[in-house]
């Protein structure tokens, strides 16, 4: 079965880890609900189709290739009370510096799969990462075929990969790069979401812990057979989940 690869780059982006309020941290990689997003603007579909239609028949794979830097961001913004002007807020937001990340996504629907093929090439929207404002590039859009190998219990992984059913990971970092590096952490977010037409459209159905990093990648241990795709392209090993 075909998959899609791409890249995409930004400049000033921000992917908010939803528990932060004052403070508002930023992620250092996309995940599958904001590649999901990002896919359902440029293909001009609605929120309907994000949760129904394409969110629950993806699989996908996210490669951090860099980061420049990260900084922060002062917001000022107009405070509500019964629609009615209360004044001033302020908050400081995270953002990420020169983002660039590989994509890899998988559809088994063959007519989803062209229709989405089509919109990286010919966006019906602006693409965009995290807010409307923060735009990006999409390059090298290619169809590469599925490469599967046998699973032993330890694997290179240069993907963000799911937490669940790993015994241990080491983080390695890529030799000669003169780039950031930031070691592994957890970030605990949303799978997949149960939509509703009234209000509030959705709820969380499901969460996973990820393991993102940056300027390296994770020789990773498992505990037992893992239950998710792992494949290999240009000796980059993904894990599709």
């Known amino acids: 079965m075909p998959m899609l690869k791409f890249k995409i780059q930004g400049l000033i982006n ?5 528990q932060t309020a004052a403070y508002q941290n930023t992620e250092l990689t996309p995940k599958k609900t904001h590649i999901a997003g990002m896919l359902t603007n440029i293909m001009g579909k609605d929120e309907k189709f994000y949760y129904k239609e394409l969110l629950p028949n993806i699989l996908v794979g996210i490669v951090p290739v860099t980061l420049e830097n990260l900084f922060t961001d002062f917001w000022r913004f107009d405070k509500w009370s019964q629609n009615i002007l209360g004044g001033k807020g302020t908050v400081k937001r995270e953002k990420l510096y020169k983002p660039e990340y590989l994509v890899y996504i998988k559809i088994r629907d063959k007519n989803l799969f062209n229709e989405i093929n089509t919109s990286l090439k010919l966006e019906k929207r ?4 995290g807010m409307d404002d923060e735009m990006i590039l999409i390059r ?3 169809e590469i075929d599925e490469n599967y190998f046998s699973l032993g219990n330890k694997v290179d992984i240069h993907s963000i990969f ?3 059913n790993i015994k241990n990971y080491s983080f390695y970092k890529y ?3 003169n780039r950031l590096i930031i070691p592994p952490r957890i970030v605990n977010t949303n799978l997949i979401f149960e939509f509703n037409e009234g209000n509030p459209p959705r709820k969380p159905k ?4 990820i393991v993102e990093f940056i300027g390296g990648f994770c020789k990773v241990y498992f505990l037992k057979e893992y239950p998710y795709n792992i494949v290999s392209d240009e000796n980059v090993n993904i ?3």
């Open 14 to 18: 921000s992917i908010r880890i939803p």
């Open 206 to 209: 499901k969460f996973v812990n």
């Open 162 to 164: 799911p937490y669940e």
């Open 175 to 177: 030799e000669g790069r």
């Open 140 to 142: 090298d859009i290619k």
């Open 126 to 129: 602006v693409p965009s990462l």
């Open 239 to 241: 894990i599709l989940w």
